[in-house]
RNA sequence: UCCCCAUUAGCUCAGUCGGUAGAGCGGGUGACUGUUAAUCACCAUGUCCGUGGUUCGAGUCCGCGAUGGGGAGCCA
């Protein structure tokens, strides 16, 4: 009986009779004139596993006075519960206090509001809520890279600082060594050639144009790490630092990625679903009542596919009126893309082709000359959740393309160098893990789904 | 960044017509042989966000500021 026990594997295959070493925080402590309660928690699963102490431990009393959130080790014999609530239950041998907790402990035996837990974020993970988030989370995670894995795509590692500011993809965070009370100038401008990296740099707001240069070696890859937007975005659905998966593949076209993105996320549902049931069902039961339906149908779905052009025709015709306009070359509001995937289609939708001027330079211009080769993927409740495209990978159009939109050829030569070079039909997109995350667990706030938010004003803990 | 709303006990909130503040939970003490956010009894707790103004008198009305939330834009 040296080796811990986890609860989870204590609840889930412990037998009564045997004797087992737990340890874990007392997430409420109920006390009685001849036996304590105490429900242990040490983060391997939702429910806490009881532990019943009696008055024959030398140290009852101790034992009895103790507060929520103490750190405590127990041996004990697991038993049936003769009580409703709880197949089994630990019979305390022996409570060691590893750690107490006083009444200051700031969460209480009750519902607490997000806001006021995301003040106490480095506590918040220790709540029902949290931390069902944040198994679901991991398990995630662990699960794209098996996706990926499966399907022979290669992780690769792009750079965190880039000096790549001149893809619209957001504002850049600057990154400098340079001695900001007194900077370095050059005919009134600061001279970042005296800077660390001899030029301007910033933390990379998204690892694509690396991730195309690597897919035109190993056919496909994905990226899945940290990126950064200095927007000043105060909204529930934006964070200064998240976490975003972007796959890309080489002699592919724009329905292969929407293949890929729909079997991506189905996936990713039915994982959920089949492997974090127990927090899925907590999360269906306490903060989002559709949750489990509205996943399964997404899991089991066939999603469908409208262009854009279509999708402006059907929402003209719609018998509703929205609150912005709907003209062929205008982008799609967020009431729109709800109104296609939940009154239109019924369920998970691609919209496909675009306005060449409504979308970025590096997508593939259609032969129509007026649209590009790009998808948006569209699920009920939050409309937007993947968006990608086929690359235009010719490099006469591309470079067309860069001029119009007032981007220096010269200053993506290496980008270019794909295009010279055994150059490919390319495609990929972009998923946000937190949207990812807080679609799957109905958490409607982008600070509740990620360990220690930043957000303009905020880098605490 | 813009618009709207909020800020009262540790937490969640009520506070009427402007008259000097309350509840539930939490905490403390006690009771209870098995509880399940235990129950019961008693006890304690306030810079009413800050600041300036109106008023005999402001938690309450007005201005300014801070913080939080919602929405918008931007997007992932």
Redesign the pocket.
């Known amino acids: 009986m040296t080796a811990r026990t986890r609860v989870k594997q204590a609840l889930s295959e412990g037998r009564p009779g045997e004797a087992l070493l737990l340890k874990g925080w007392a997430r409420?402590v109920?006390?009685?004139?001849?036996?304590t309660?105490i429900s242990l928690n040490d983060g391997s699963t939702l429910a806490g596993i009881?532990v019943?102490a009696e008055p024959e431990l030398a140290n009852y009393a101790e034992v009895a006075a103790l507060?929520?959130g103490s750190a405590l080790t127990v041996t004990g014999v697991l038993q049936e519960?003769?009580?409703?609530?709880?197949e089994l239950?630990l019979k305390a041998l022996s409570v060691e206090v590893v750690g107490a907790a006083d009444?200051e402990y700031?969460m209480?035996?009750?519902?607490?509001?997000f806001?006021?837990l995301?003040t106490i974020a480095h506590m918040r993970m220790r709540s029902n809520t949290f931390g069902a988030v944040f198994r679901v989370r991991s398990a995630l995670a662990q699960e794209v890279h098996r996706f990926f894995a499966e399907r022979g795509f290669l992780y690769v590692h792009t750079p965190i600082i880039t000096a790549n500011d001149c893809e619209g993809?957001?504002e850049l965070f600057r990154v400098t060594t340079l001695d900001l009370d007194n900077p370095p100038r050059l005919e009134g401008e600061i001279d970042f050639a005296q800077d660390f990296f001899a030029k301007a740099t910033g933390l990379t707001v998204?690892g694509q144009l690396e991730g195309e240069l690597f897919a035109q070696a190993f056919s496909d890859i994905y990226t899945f790490g940290p990126t950064f937007?200095a927007?000043?975005?105060?909204?529930?659905?934006?964070?200064a630092e998240?976490w975003?998966i972007e796959p890309e593949m080489a002699f592919a076209d724009l329905s292969d990625d929407a293949d890929l993105a729909e079997a991506f996320l189905k996936r990713l549902c039915r994982f959920a679903l089949d492997n974090c049931d127990e927090d899925m069902r907590f999360f269906n039961a306490q903060i989002d009542k559709g949750l489990v339906e509205r996943i399964e149908g997404v899991a089991q779905a066939s999603f469908a596919r409208m262009d854009y052009g279509e999708a402006i025709e059907r929402l003209k015709k719609a018998p509703v009126s929205f609150q912005?306009p709907v003209e062929w070359g205008l982008?799609l509001?967020?009431e729109h893309e709800r109104y296609l995937t939940e009154q239109v289609v019924g369920g998970p939708v691609f919209i496909m082709n675009y306005p060449k001027d409504i979308k970025a330079f590096y997508m593939r211009l259609n032969d129509d000359g007026r649209t590009v080769a790009a998808m948006d993927l569209l699920v009920p409740k939050v409309g937007?959740i993947?968006?990608g495209s086929q690359r235009e990978e010719r490099l006469e159009p591309l470079i067309g393309r860069m001029r119009e939109v007032g981007i220096e050829p010269d200053s993506l030569s290496w980008y270019l160098d794909t295009r010279r070079w055994g150059s490919t039909p390319h495609a990929g997109f972009?998923?946000?893990f937190?949207?990812l995350i807080m679609y799957l667990t109905g958490m409607?706030?982008?600070?509740d789904v990620i360990p220690f938010p930043r957000t303009p004003?905020?880098a605490e803990f």
Request: charge should be positive.
């Open positions: 409420t109920r006390t009685g004139k001849g036996v309660f009881q019943v507060g929520t519960s003769p009580a409703a609530g709880q239950e009444q700031p209480q035996k009750k519902r607490h509001s806001e006021y995301r993809a957001g998204s937007r927007e000043n975005s105060n909204t529930a659905r934006h964070a998240f975003m912005f982008d509001q967020s937007e993947i968006g972009g998923l946000g937190e949207r409607e706030n982008i600070r004003r905020h």
